[in-house]
C-alpha cells in the first residue's frame, strides 16, 4: 500500500506518531530529495528511537516524476509498504506528489494520506482573520506581469488568501500589496514552527515599515484579509475605479458577479 506521508516544516516534535510507525514499517522510500529524507530518518533514529527498515529510496520530485513514474511497477505498491515524503510539510500542497495520486488511482493502488504540518494551515489559523472560507494561492509568479495579474487576483477575490514567498523577495511583495492597496490588513508568519518563529499583522504600509527593520531570512506566509468592506464586498465600480486593464477589470468583476470574463470584457468596451 502507498502512504503519503507529512514531514515537520521546521519543528521535528510534530512528526505523528503514525507516521513514525509507517518509517519503520516501509521497504521503499519516494522522495523528494533523498539526502533531505535520509537526514530527516537519521533524526527521527536518534531523537526518537526508530528502527526503519528502508531497503530503497527514489528520488521523485517534479522534474522527473513522469519519467519515473513511467519506470515503476505498479506490482511494488500493492506488495509492499511504500511511502512518498516531500522535504517538508504535507505533499502535493506547493510540494511534488499530485501525480503520484494521480498514478495510483488510475492503476487501482490503495494509497492513504496522513494528516500533518502545514505552513498555510498554521498560518491561517494564527491569522485571526475569523472567515469559514479561504483560498490558497500557494508562490505568486516570480515577476512580471504574470505576477502583478496574479497579485490582484489574490486582492480582489473577495476572499481571506494565502500566499507563499521566499525572502528574497518578501519585501517587494508588500511593496506591490502597498502599491495596490495599502491599507489591506494582512498577517505574515516567518519560519513557521521554527525557533525563530515571528507574526506580523497590520496594514500593508505599517508591515511595510515593520518589517524592513527585521531579519527577513525564512520562508514567509502572507495572509491578506478579504476586500469586503464593513457594509458588503468589493463593487464593481470599486473595480472599475482601479488602473488596471479592462482584461484584468473582466476578470475581478466576473468573480464577484458570477458572469464569466467573456461576458464582463464584453461589456466594458
Same mark, same amino acid.
Given at each position: 500500500? %502507498?502512504?503519503?506521508?507529512? =514531514?515537520?516544516?521546521?519543528? +521535528?516534535?510534530?512528526?505523528?506518531?503514525? /507516521? %513514525?510507525?509507517?518509517?519503520?514499517?516501509? =521497504?521503499?522510500?519516494?522522495? #523528494?530529495?533523498? @539526502?533531505?529524507?535520509?537526514? &530527516?530518518?537519521?533524526? +527521527?533514529?536518534?531523537?526518537?528511537?526508530?528502527?526503519?527498515?528502508?531497503?530503497?529510496?527514489?528520488?521523485?520530485? /517534479?522534474?522527473?516524476? #513522469?519519467?519515473? %513514474?513511467?519506470?515503476?511497477?505498479? #506490482?511494488?505498491?500493492?506488495?509492499?509498504?511504500?511511502?512518498?515524503?516531500?522535504?517538508?510539510?504535507?505533499?502535493? +500542497?506547493?510540494?511534488?506528489?499530485?501525480?503520484?495520486?494521480?498514478?495510483?488511482?488510475?492503476?487501482?493502488?490503495?494509497?492513504?494520506? +496522513?494528516?500533518?504540518?502545514? *505552513?498555510?494551515?498554521?498560518?491561517?489559523?494564527?491569522?485571526?482573520?475569523? #472567515?469559514?472560507?479561504?483560498?490558497?494561492y500557494g508562490f505568486l509568479p516570480h515577476k512580471g506581469a504574470n505576477r502583478e495579474q496574479a497579485l490582484r487576483e489574490a486582492l480582489f477575490n473577495g476572499f481571506v488568501t494565502i500566499v507563499y514567498e521566499s525572502p528574497h523577495r518578501i519585501i517587494k511583495l508588500i511593496e506591490q500589496i502597498c502599491n495596490i492597496d495599502e491599507?489591506?490588513?494582512?498577517?505574515?508568519?516567518? !519560519? *513557521? =514552527?521554527?525557533?525563530?518563529?515571528?507574526?506580523?499583522?497590520?496594514?500593508?504600509?505599517?508591515?511595510? @515599515? =515593520?518589517?524592513? &527593520?527585521?531579519?527577513?531570512?525564512?520562508?514567509?506566509?502572507?495572509?491578506?484579509?478579504?476586500?469586503?468592506?464593513? %457594509?458588503? *464586498?468589493?463593487?464593481? !465600480?470599486?473595480? &472599475?475605479?482601479?488602473?488596471?486593464?479592462?482584461?484584468?477589470?473582466?476578470?475581478?468583476? *466576473?468573480?464577484?458577479?458570477?458572469?464569466?470574463?467573456?461576458?464582463?470584457?464584453?461589456?466594458? &468596451?
Amino acid at each position: 500500500m %502507498l502512504y503519503f506521508v507529512p =514531514t515537520p516544516i521546521g519543528n +521535528l516534535e510534530d512528526i505523528s506518531l503514525r /507516521s %513514525l510507525r509507517l518509517l519503520e514499517s516501509a =521497504t521503499t522510500i519516494f522522495c #523528494e530529495d533523498t @539526502r533531505v529524507t535520509k537526514r &530527516l530518518i537519521s533524526l +527521527l533514529k536518534e531523537k526518537r528511537g526508530i528502527s526503519p527498515q528502508v531497503q530503497k529510496f527514489i528520488s521523485l520530485h /517534479s522534474h522527473n516524476e #513522469e519519467r519515473v %513514474l513511467l519506470d515503476i511497477s505498479p #506490482e511494488i505498491f500493492k506488495e509492499e509498504i511504500v511511502l512518498y515524503l516531500s522535504d517538508a510539510g504535507m505533499p502535493a +500542497l506547493s510540494d511534488p506528489g499530485c501525480r503520484l495520486v494521480d498514478y495510483a488511482q488510475k492503476h487501482n493502488i490503495a494509497y492513504d494520506v +496522513l494528516p500533518g504540518a502545514n *505552513a498555510a494551515l498554521v498560518a491561517y489559523a494564527a491569522s485571526g482573520f475569523c #472567515e469559514a472560507r479561504f483560498l490558497f494561492y500557494g508562490f505568486l509568479p516570480h515577476k512580471g506581469a504574470n505576477r502583478e495579474q496574479a497579485l490582484r487576483e489574490a486582492l480582489f477575490n473577495g476572499f481571506v488568501t494565502i500566499v507563499y514567498e521566499s525572502p528574497h523577495r518578501i519585501i517587494k511583495l508588500i511593496e506591490q500589496i502597498c502599491n495596490i492597496d495599502e491599507k489591506r490588513e494582512i498577517f505574515l508568519i516567518k !519560519e *513557521a =514552527t521554527k525557533m525563530h518563529q515571528k507574526h506580523f499583522k497590520g496594514s500593508a504600509s505599517e508591515i511595510l @515599515r =515593520t518589517i524592513k &527593520l527585521q531579519n527577513i531570512k525564512g520562508e514567509w506566509v502572507v495572509v491578506i484579509n478579504s476586500d469586503k468592506k464593513e %457594509l458588503g *464586498a468589493i463593487s464593481v !465600480e470599486d473595480i &472599475l475605479s482601479l488602473d488596471i486593464s479592462k482584461k484584468q477589470a473582466a476578470k475581478l468583476i *466576473a468573480k464577484i458577479t458570477g458572469k464569466s470574463p467573456k461576458q464582463c470584457y464584453s461589456e466594458l &468596451l
